[in-house]
């Protein structure tokens, strides 16, 4: 594969230029199934899938061209060494490529979507004179150079594809678990009434994704993230008929208005701070170069920062994401998990260095982006902990991760933030599908405590690609997981000797926090759901080969992923091949990234791995999980249907917490006794081992359950549903008594209202004509 | 000649205009008042394009036109529709906004 | 004809003529619009809208916008007018006087339209009050027109045709039977 890209350049600026054709596919079979969907044998599934099959196809070739121009852009400065692999030649290249070179430009096209000037000044097509980055040559067509010569701008807009290891990175992504979505869902909605509707939306969304992702002008990303949401919209509002599920729909829609808000406004503040300009290449130059003012870029970076927070569910803003799961699992799986909500994290990347700037991420301590992150990250697991509904757990999860990600690009762990993103995908598809999976075999439950329990027995494929999930989600070695959260927390720069952008120690303690709960919480609902004894009413069934077939390839890519970054030192003690240490942050990373590493004002660096931090994180999480496992295996000893303790009653109520830890207490004493009992044959240090065990491991053990709980209930309870919601129903009262003194003037008569606009309308000009 | 002779025209157009929309219980009467205000607008437009030796005032007023026959196009649609559930197209029985 | 009134009216001796045109349109025109919000006839008043609508076109061509003329006569005329009077019939409304067309207390619109002229003019006659018109008029031609539209105005000119395309999949929308 390295040597395909080598070989063929000419191939590769073909594909670079053509990039437009992968949104431009699944745009295609949207129209399609919307005109002849209907009348097709499958009702618009197939053109749906041959569309996304062929993108995919597409994107998996701009990727690998993408990964051998890299390779092919170290060649010229590194010694390459041909070897023998596997039969064939290939170019192995030492990777030791220092920071401070740039590489992988991004590859410009543009045209001109529409212009303002006359003849004089038309501007001519897009806004790049020289699109064609490093790798790709440059060749294709070109604009700037026919029209001759760029005269002084008039106004333009162009539209455009950007191809640079982000973007060819996300294509991959979406069109990859896009494809198996469709697979997996003319399983999933069978049968269903608008099926062929459904199908068409899949098909826009993946298109307008592709679309956002490829965008090279800021204006072009509004249009593909308001796309996505108008595509949300229709997919969360699915069965519309029950007025739940529209009510989510709505939800998800105003709250990402919300948001939008501070996208538009952000993005016009850039417009103009770049000098009229709605290039992305040349904000990021200007904001790396300070030609932007810095105060300018922190406005425009708290804007950009309340779109994120909407789009990619980060706290406040986070209450749509859960009650967005109203829609069918495959599209839960798409787009609330793997794809839509990360478009805020994506748009952080692709401006970063107004972030980077803007919030001045070097040598910082904390910053907004970092501390949203952060809270979002532990919000968003604690309330985990306390979901009955096993897509609701991973909703919050999504939320938990998704802040995972803000926290490291808020600490300047760019390629971090991004890897976690790319792994994040593959493994929450993977248990949101699996979680469908459940729910298809469980007729349509989600309700983990009512309807689930038990079923590894009678859904094994299912069980084990749910297992694997769980543990790339929550960081075991060697799944992805691992991998990315690892970076993240090295990226803090808090762990000794590793060295990131700054030293973010409150980010760093959340980080270890969510890494710890995770595992928690992924333990707690892998048990209800199945372990202990089936407590549905029929017999569950496993999922039939196109449910199955999907989770198990997101399986295996949740296992393999991880492998794509890992640390140069862990490659050297393997004896691998230098070229698979970090290979993925050498994909990546981009020009407006690598600039910076030559700006010494900003100094952008890399973190160091470290062997210890890995040893602690993952030992938090395995203990967590072992906790929590340790609390369900009690309570199914006791009782094989107890889906928590009777005397549950008392965690509820934060106050009760520590008379319900003294009862929990008493009922451990107990333990002990038979304990001491029966090992009373046992000499002293026996028991005394043994009472240690019991009481002071065991203790623990409990402890943590259950504040965890508590803490959970109380968030969820009381800053959810209390203050958030709470405020929201007092602006909404407070609405609704201004109107009732209003009332009195609405007649409903047409006339009076007409007859007050003008009156007061004279009466203002009147007073503006005499009095001012 | 003066500015302001057009300018008067247009003001007691749309006076005139203002009146009709506040008097007139047919839907369509109210439709035909709001045309004669965009009208008089127009005039203003055009009149200070003329005044300014400037294009853009024609070109608004264009626009103008252009809006107007989409309101026309969207209003009539509604007083049809009132007439279609209502059997009347007098807009003081339209009241159901009512608070 | 229009290319006639157009040269008369703006050439230095046709100034004056120029003016006294104006006069008549105008009083054409607020007669007109005066008898359509107070006839008793609906179709009547459409006719007369008809009258005040041709005298705005014709106030147009006094002041040298041909384009703006020709498409006044075309959009509102033509298709503005042809659409009222279908709304006119679909409506079933009587041919003939009508009664109950306008609300008794016609006395609250006259206030309001009155007080709002006055501030109007009053404004204007403080604002423009011997402010003359240019002594050479140049037309306007269509075709500077058409490069001012479709350079300097391109954007609203798109915005405008995606609106005219929202008005008529909404009219379609709100006025079918279902």
Same mark, same amino acid.
């Given at each position: ?21 992968? $949104? ?15 009348? !097709? ?10 569309? &996304? ?49 740039? /590489? ?17 000044? /038309? ?70 009434? /608008? ?6 939306? !899949? ?19 509004? &249009? ?6 108008? =595509? ?37 503040? !850039? ?5 009229? @300009? ?24 708290? =804007? ?25 699992? $495959? ?9 839509? &909500? ?24 904390? #910053? ?31 939320? @938990? ?40 075999? =469980? ?107 999907? !989770? ?37 990373? $981009? ?98 081992? #043994? ?21 959970? /209930? ?59 | ?99 | ?178």
């Amino acid at each position: 594969m390295f040597l395909l890209a080598a070989e063929e350049a000419a191939a590769n600026s073909w594909l670079y230029d053509n990039a437009w054709l992968i $949104p431009a596919l699944p745009a295609l079979s949207f129209l399609l199934i919307i005109f002849f969907g209907k009348r !097709l044998p499958n009702k618009g599934a197939e053109i749906g899938i041959a569309a &996304v099959s062929a993108a995919f196809i597409l994107a998996v070739l701009t990727t690998f061209t993408w990964m051998g121009d890299i390779r092919a852009s170290f060649d010229k400065k590194e010694e390459a060494q041909v070897l023998t692999v596997d039969g064939e030649e290939a170019i192995a290249v030492v990777l030791t490529a220092e920071e401070g070179e740039v /590489r992988g430009a991004p590859i410009i096209n543009e045209v001109e979507w529409f212009g303002i000037g006359t003849d004089a000044n /038309r501007t001519t097509l897009g806004t790049e004179a020289n699109g064609h980055g490093q790798p790709a040559g440059g060749e294709g067509e070109t604009h700037a150079d026919e029209e001759g010569h760029a005269e002084e701008k008039a106004f333009s807009i162009s539209i455009g594809t950007w191809v640079d290891g982000q973007s060819v990175m996300m294509l991959f992504v979406v069109t990859f678990i896009s494809l198996l979505v469709h697979i997996y869902s003319t399983e999933y909605v069978k049968g269903d009434r /608008r099926y062929t509707h459904y199908f068409a939306f !899949l098909s826009l969304f993946t298109a307008s994704m592709l679309f956002m992702v490829l965008s090279s002008s800021t204006l072009q990303l509004i &249009v593909g993230w308001e796309l996505v949401g108008v =595509c949300s919209f229709g997919l969360i509002g699915h069965w519309w008929e029950e007025k739940d599920n529209s009510d989510a729909a709505l939800k998800a829609f105003l709250t990402n208005r919300v948001g939008d808000i501070g996208l538009l406004i952000g993005m016009t503040i !850039l417009y103009f701070a770049a000098g009229q @300009s709605f290039s992305i290449k040349t904000i990021n130059e200007m904001a790396v170069a300070g030609d932007i003012s810095k105060g300018t870029l922190q406005i425009a970076a708290l =804007c950009l920062m309340a779109a994120v927070m909407s789009k990619s569910g980060q706290f406040i803003l986070h209450t749509w994401l859960p009650d967005a799961m109203a829609g069918p699992t $495959p599209v839960s799986a798409l787009i609330h998990a793997a794809t839509m &909500v990360v478009a805020g994290v994506y748009m952080i990347g692709r401006l970063y260095p107004v972030f980077f700037v803007g919030f001045g991420i070097a040598g910082g301590t904390i #910053n907004v982006m970092a501390f949203i992150g952060g809270l979002t990250c532990v919000g968003g697991g604690l309330l985990a902990f306390v979901q009955r509904d096993l897509k609701k757990v991973l909703a919050y999860s999504t939320v @938990s991760q998704l802040g995972y990600m803000v926290l490291a690009l808020g600490m300047g762990a760019y390629t971090a933030g991004l890897f976690h993103l790319f792994t994040h995908a593959f493994f929450k598809a993977c248990l949101f599908l699996g979680a469908g999976s459940v729910s298809h075999a =469980c007729h349509h439950s989600f309700d983990m405590k009512a309807d689930m329990g038990g079923l590894r027995k009678y859904m094994p494929t299912t069980f084990a690609t749910f297992m694997i999930g769980t543990a790339a989600l929550a960081g075991l070695p060697p799944l992805a997981g691992f991998w990315s959260k690892d970076e993240i927390l090295v990226g803090a720069g808090v762990w000794p000797g590793t060295e990131g952008n700054g030293t973010y120690t409150i980010p760093f303690i959340f980080g270890m926090l969510t890494a710890a709960m995770t595992a928690a919480y992924m333990t707690r609902a892998v048990w209800l759901t199945f372990f202990g004894d089936y407590r549905g009413h029929e017999e569950p069934h496993e999922s039939p080969p196109r449910i199955t077939v999907p !989770l198990v390839i997101l399986a295996f890519m949740a296992v393999v992923v991880g492998f794509f970054n890992m640390p140069k030192q862990f490659v050297e003690a393997l004896r691998l091949p230098s070229r698979f240490a970090l290979a993925f942050e050498h994909w990546v990373e $981009p020009a407006g990234v690598a600039t910076f590493v030559s700006k010494e004002a900003n100094k952008f660096t890399h973190a160091k791995p470290s062997l210890s931090l890995a040893v602690v994180a993952t030992g938090l999480a395995l203990g967590a999980g072992f906790l929590v496992w340790n609390y369900y295996k009690r309570l199914y000893a006791m009782d094989p249907k107890a889906t928590e303790y009777t005397n549950g009653l008392a965690s509820r109520i934060p106050l009760l917490a520590t008379g319900h830890k003294v009862l929990e207490n008493k009922y451990y004493l107990d333990h002990l006794y038979t304990g001491v009992i029966a090992g009373g044959t046992k000499g002293p240090l026996a028991r005394a081992a #043994n009472w240690t065990n019991q009481n002071i491991l065991d203790g623990v053990v409990n402890l943590v359950g259950v504040t965890s709980v508590s803490i959970g /209930r109380f968030v969820y309870r009381y800053i959810d549903q209390g203050v958030v919601d709470g405020a929201v129903n007092a602006s909404g009262s407070a609405a609704s008594s201004f109107g009732q003194l209003l009332r009195g003037m609405q007649s409903g008569q047409v006339r009076q209202y007409a007859t007050l606009l003008f009156g007061a309308a004279t009466v203002m000009v009147a007073v503006f004509i005499f009095a001012v | 000649m003066f500015l302001n002779q057009f300018l008067f025209l247009a003001a007691i157009l749309f006076c005139i205009g203002v009146y009709g929309v506040l008097t007139r219980k047919n839907g369509v009467l109210v439709l035909m008042s709001i045309e004669l205000i965009l009208n008089a607008v127009n005039i203003n437009l055009v009149a200070f394009g003329a005044f300014h030796q400037h294009l853009s005032g024609q070109v608004f007023a264009l626009f103008v036109i252009a809006v107007a026959a989409a309101e026309v196009g969207v209003g009539l649609a509604i007083v049809l529709l009132i007439y279609r559930n209502r059997r009347s197209i007098n807009v003081a029985e339209a009241n159901i906004l009512k608070g | 004809m229009m290319n006639l009134v157009l040269q008369t009216a703006l050439s230095d001796t046709g100034n004056w003529i120029a003016n006294i045109f104006f006069y008549i349109i105008a009083a054409v025109a607020v007669v007109a619009a005066l008898k359509m919000v107070t006839t008793n006839n609906v179709v009547h008043a459409s006719l007369y809208l008809l009258v005040v609508l041709s005298a705005v076109a014709a106030t147009y061509v006094i002041l040298g916008a041909e384009f703006a003329a020709a498409t006044q006569v075309l959009v509102y005329l033509g298709a503005i007018m042809v659409l009222l009077l279908f709304g006119v019939m679909l409506t079933r409304a009587k041919i003939g006087a009508e009664t109950d067309l306008d609300y008794d207390q016609r006395w609250i619109g006259a206030l309001v339209a009155t007080a709002l002229g006055a501030v109007m003019m009053y404004s204007l006659w403080e604002g423009f009050g011997d402010v003359t018109m240019p002594a050479e008029q140049v037309p306007q031609r269509t075709e500077a027109v058409a490069d001012e539209i479709f350079s300097t105005y391109i954007v609203p000119f798109e915005a405008l045709s995606v609106l005219l395309l929202a008005a008529l999949i909404g009219a379609v929308v709100v006025a079918r039977r279902d």
